[in-house]
């Protein structure tokens, strides 16, 4: 059972929850390593280097105990299977990172509602692509600040896309623990989440106003034709960039482009620079640029 948030400000006082995992370890040797580390590259784009190993077994060796295997080795030639492409995408899953919260890196709503909002015409149809969204935290956060400028029942939308598919299913459902509501302005909090109680107390849900703006699609980034998802005002990329090589990048940008309107923005994580990337988008502050 969910209920509006009386007080926003009580989810600060929710003790963080901690999940402990059993851990197991499985050697993996450098053939291995790199054969896994080509298979990761060759779907996601995301570089793999000797640095990354402890990531990698950290996150496979209790799916490898749970299938039953005694190496890498084995584990490969089992996700390299077609019958096991199911496998295969929770390898993907595994080695994804997804860290994220609510407003992360707020300078750039500020610039969202400060700048972009306010030069839209009334009824205007307004599109947002939060285009590696993780578990949705980024696309709602959107989502609010368009509801609040253009409001709830106004002429606009967000769509999230990631290639881990488990997350997208958190992302659908908007359902998320009560600590990560914290960053969350009270405000907002109050006007579009639901405190849960009963056997959903510590927990928070999206609320419905909100989430039928919004919409989940797994798509990897990391091909050469995007599906061609309609064009946008605003393109968020953030934080992904970090994890490929040059290559890859110009090729992932230059699959977002043509989806961005006319004069629309294109945001990248703070650690992120298009120099060197694309000439097709001219830069108007760090990490926001714009399509000439």
Not at 11 to 26: G, H, K, Q, R, W
Not at 41 to 64: E, F, H, P, S
Not at 218 to 226: D, G, S
Request: glycine share 6%; aromatic share 10%; charged share 25%.
């Amino acid at each position: 059972m969910f209920l509006a948030f009386a007080n926003p400000l009580e989810c600060l006082d929710t003790n963080e929850f901690i999940v402990m995992t059993e851990s197991a370890y499985y050697e993996i040797s450098d053939t291995e390593f790199r054969l896994l580390s080509k298979l990761v590259y060759d779907i996601t784009g995301i570089v793999l280097n000797d640095t990354k190993k402890g990531l990698l077994t950290g996150r496979l060796a209790k799916r490898l105990k749970a299938l039953g295997f005694s190496n890498y080795t084995q584990y490969i030639k089992y996700i390299l299977d077609e019958e096991h492409a199911e496998e295969l995408q929770f390898m993907v899953d595994s080695v994804t990172t997804n860290e994220t919260h609510f407003f992360r890196e707020p300078q750039h709503f500020d610039f969202l509602k400060q700048v972009i909002l306010p030069g839209i015409r009334p009824g205007q149809m307004f599109r947002v692509w939060s285009a590696a969204t993780s578990n949705g935290a980024e696309a709602y956060t959107i989502a609010m600040i368009l509801a609040d400028k253009l409001g709830e029942t106004g002429a606009w939308e967000v769509l999230g896309t990631d290639i881990n598919g488990s997350v997208l299913k958190q992302a659908r459902r908007g359902h998320y623990l009560m600590q990560e509501a914290a960053r969350i302005p009270p405000e907002y909090l109050k006007r579009f989440c639901l405190k849960g109680v009963r056997d959903q107390e510590g927990t928070f849900l999206i609320d419905r106003k909100l989430r039928q703006h919004v919409r989940f699609e797994q798509l990897n980034l990391n091909v050469e034709t995007l599906p061609k998802q309609g064009d946008f005002d605003v393109i968020f990329l953030r934080n992904v960039l970090i994890y490929f090589d040059v290559p890859t990048k110009k090729r992932v940008v230059e699959n977002l482009v043509p989806s961005l309107k006319p004069k629309g923005y294109f945001i990248t994580g703070h650690a992120e620079t298009l120099s060197g990337v694309t000439n097709a988008l001219l830069q108007v502050k760090p990490t926001i640029y714009r399509k000439m």
